[in-house]
């Protein structure tokens, strides 16, 4: 075109060997996306040199839709993660059996826990994962995702693979992380003050508590479901009772399980209830109308921080109480016990002793610890908590955490993907940040909280 320089580019093909010229497919693909950024990072100097436009990040001059290569990755990784869910696959199923044989064998012989069947041939699993190819994905930060995905996928399949053998405990520390020291120390600080409390569970003693089972559960948690579908009506969640789980409540996908053996303090089930849909389930649904089935299922490593951001809101609903955030704390301790090669009767007995824990309530939560051979996800509760309370007191917005399922490490991530166009708003906003309660809490959590300061009065 008349008028116009043509920049051309030459370099050495580093992604071939040099004797056979097979390709390196890794080196290749980095390459083209460092190219690529290199490109866009180089037209966004001139622009600012130029004073032509002010750009809020040089990748915004990148593409505004998804092409098709991310979504061939995007589409590809999806279906080999909803082949399998980590969460049922390691829960045992025979919970309650477990418990009353422990406690007739005087809680000193390790329980025997039954899981079930896998539904997914791991190995298969793992061939597809990594015949996805990455080729034309040219977006560094993309790219990065995907890979980070990636690695995450193979690391369940192997976690889920290993189960109730030695190796597990391992895949486990590598998903979730160790007990770090300064964790372990807030975990200790926290049970130290709340020494006398006891877990939810302990209410066969305190008869004057109003107990919900899990149909008044489930009421609950549908009507709070037809609050979100009423403000956007995309929000299809479902609710299933289940025989096969230990007393509480889970999420998997858009689907909130509740077990029929569930009973807990009334006044705690609207506060799990905005853990479990307002966080879980409302990032599920705002993920998926991203139009990257990435943002849904969950970016790399976003377990911890989505913990931590439902522990929150039961903070920001007014019921996270001394009994919960002792709970999470005890879970923090039970897991370095479990890692450094506590067995499971010692750590029960350490949870009755040490931190008056009821013996169904010490049980349930060894058992979410043990489970599969050793689960090292339980401490990411209160770590999660932690990185979202300095989120918060450095100033930072929650807004993007509500886009989808992401980790704090992907903050950043998706703030530029929001300034470049790829991602939208969150197409629904939790209930308990509509009150003037919650923005009252959120902001005095923005003047710098611990997690001890969190905790809600307690009632009479």
Known sequence: MPGCAILGVEFAPIYRTPESRDIYPEVRDQLVSTLFDAALRACGAFLETKKLVKL?????????????????????????????????????????????????GGFESEPVFLYRPLTTQVENAKHRLFAISFDQMEDPVLYDLYREKQREVDLQLSLIAARQTKGFVEFGRALYGPVEHPLLLEAEDILGMLADEYPV?????????????????????????????????????????????????????????????????????EP??????????????????????????????????????????????????????????ARVVACAYMLSGLKFAETFRRLVSNYKFSD?????LALRVY???GLAKDAIYLRGLLQLLDHLKRGGALEPFWMGKIASSHFAVMEELALRGLLKPPCVHPLFL????????????????RPIDLVQPKEA
């Open 56 to 104: 809020a990040s040089y990748r915004s001059l990148g593409r505004r839709a998804f092409v098709d290569a991310v979504s061939r990755v995007d589409r590809s990784i999806d279906e080999i993660a909803s082949l399998f869910d980590v969460l049922l696959a390691v829960t045992p199923i025979n919970a309650r059996q477990a418990f009353d044989e422990f406690r007739l």
């Open 201 to 269: 569970d302990h209410l066969k003693s305190r008869s004057n508590i109003p107990t919900a089972d899990a149909d008044y559960v489930e009421r609950r948690a549908q009507a709070m479901i037809n609050r979100y579908r009423t403000a956007w009506p995309d929000f299809k969640a479902s609710i299933a009772l289940r025989d096969d789980l230990p007393s509480g409540l889970m999420v998997t996908n858009h689907r909130l399980l509740i077990s029929r053996s569930t009973i807990m303090d009334q006044r705690r089930v």
């Open 272 to 329: 799990l209830l905005a853990h479990e849909i307002g966080v879980h389930l409302l990032t599920y649904f705002n993920g998926s109308s991203q139009g990257l089935r990435l943002f849904r299922s969950g970016l790399s490593g976003y377990e911890g921080m989505q913990e931590g951001l439902a522990v929150f809101a039961e903070y920001l609903s007014g019921g996270l109480t001394a009994e919960r955030l002792k709970l999470i704390a």
């Open 360 to 364: 169904h309530g010490a049980f349930n």
């Open 371 to 373: 489970r599969g051979g």
């Open 434 to 449: 509509e009150t003037t309660e919650g923005r009252e809490r959120l902001d005095s959590a923005r003047q710098g909280l």
